[in-house]
């Protein structure tokens, strides 16, 4: 779990409490439940390495979901 407060980190939080209050269709479970995977490294993640200063970088791989 991360720290940070981005749109994940808020589903992730709150989308048990939001299941128990309404019922939501399968699309926008399915929707919700991408974007708390997106940029996780339970989706993995690319090594970035600059060839002039020799700077490694992680990014971390999206859903890809547009919703």
Not at 12 to 26: E, I, N, Q, S, Y
Not at 31 to 41: G, Q, Y
Request: a positive charge; glycine letters at 8%; one cysteine or more.
């Amino acid at each position: 779990m991360f720290d940070r407060n981005d749109i994940g980190s808020i589903i992730r939080r709150f989308l048990p409490d939001l299941l128990k209050l309404r019922g939501l269709t399968k699309h926008q479970l399915k929707v919700l439940r991408a974007l708390t995977s997106c940029r996780t490294p339970q989706l993995g993640g690319s090594v970035l390495a600059c060839s002039s200063c020799g700077s490694v970088h992680y990014v971390m791989h999206s859903c890809r979901n547009r919703h």
